[in-house]
């Protein structure tokens, strides 16, 4: 227990309370009492490491405050109003005492071992972000539940600060960590972990947005490397993307005459919607082992009325700059597109690979169907009767449906389960069966029909064909 009149005794590294770090101690001033003599407050004067894409001490003063007694008749308090001075004395009876892990700040020789690793692993993990690095991040989902959902953010504080000049930290008379220090693997010393900050700028590569990460809830990327097995694509091709990707991350020279020229991998998926062109490149970015960025026409900035007039001289300048971009990339940059029709001529020598994804046939929704079954049996949900849905799979398969609808069909009966669970008033657990899916599917293809009966019995891809943007899908994806 730490009293008020023992405030001024407390030395040593000081550790704050929840979001600001740990501060190394200058000083502690003396406590003083309010008028009222009910609290009692101090202060500590110390630093900690900021970092801007480079570490500075920061000089920091934090306030705590001790509750004291009620003011009593024995309590004795003197005053002298002369210019702003006042002098106080109490009975120190009546201070009450304090646990000092309880206050805002305290010496981290009081710390229990659990707070003491917390920080340790916090600076360690905040020393490996201060370079751009990939991370995964565990947020909270905003309902009322407590699940937690990862995501993947890339730490670059030098490239936050050049885009947000605004942001970054004022110039300190106090000293740098140097070069030589920044190079080294570990953190200089134990207490230096100790003093980094809570939080850390990244860059949502999903949400395309900079956020304020908490650090403790970084960690390493894991990729899942056997998602491209899951694919449902022709094993052929499948080998020869593989082929490429491998050899495009072990390759450090160029085949062109001209240096820096021709050292990326374009990559082509055309095809109809839902039928595996974008999880065929997200699943590229998990044995490639690299940040997947996304960029849509929405994302060149042109609009797109201007984009599908052939005459428009924006659209004329918009390619030229895309090609040359094409040209000089050295990344891998996977293409898709629903509409080659309409791509441009100069395209076709820059794609070194273009693969056509055909409609799903039966077979392949039924490999779909049991992918997306076997991730459900993953997730070890009790909420979901898996064996009723493998019993029905071929019924499953026959539903002319692509990827993405099988997918929506999926969450729509978890959430269709969940809510006649709720309505139910004997409390019984409703689980997601096949008959779930089956009117869900029911109720979705009415709208398909629909769209049948409008466009005069004519298919998307025969309405596509009519419009120059594709030709109808044959599937030939063989079973092996």
Known sequence: MAGSRYVSRLSGGIRSGDPPPLYSLDKASKSVANEKIKVRGWSVTGWNWAFDGSFRRQPRTRFSEIEVGEETNNDTVLRENTMAKQKQRIDTDQVK????????????????????????????????????????????????????????????????CSLHRNNNFPESSLDELGDDAMAKDEPPDEK???????????????????????????????????????????????????????????????????????NGLILLLHGGPGSGKTLTAESVAEIAQKPLYRVSCGDVGTKAEDVENLEDLERNALVSVFLRVLEYYEGILVLTSNRVGTFDEAFRSRIQLALHYPNLGQYQRLRVWENFIKRLESFGDDRVETQDLRDHLEDLSKEKMNGRQIRNAITTARQYADWQSEQSKDGVVKKMTYGHLKDVIEVASRFDKYLDQLHGGLSADQLAEDEGLRLPSTNNINKD
């Open 192 to 262: 230096f972990s100790y003093l980094l900050p809570p939080t850390i700028k990244g860059y949502n590569l999903r949400l395309k947005k900079w956020f304020d990460l908490e650090v403790d809830r970084i960690s390493e990327v894991k990729w899942n490397v056997e998602a491209f097995e899951t694919l449902v694509l022709e094993r052929k091709a499948r080998n020869l993307i593989l082929a490429l990707v491998s050899n495009q991350i072990a390759a450090e020279k160029s085949t062109d005459l001209i240096a820096g020229k021709g």
């Open 97 to 160: 005492g304090q646990d000092i892990v309880d206050m805002s700040i305290f010496p981290l020789a009081y710390a229990e071992p659990n707070l003491v690793n917390r920080l340790q692993r916090r600076g360690e993990t905040f020393w490996k972000c201060r370079n751009r690095r990939l991370v995964s991040y565990m947020e909270k989902v905003v309902d009322n539940t407590q699940n937690m959902v990862e995501e993947r953010y890339m730490i670059d504080f030098k490239t936050f």
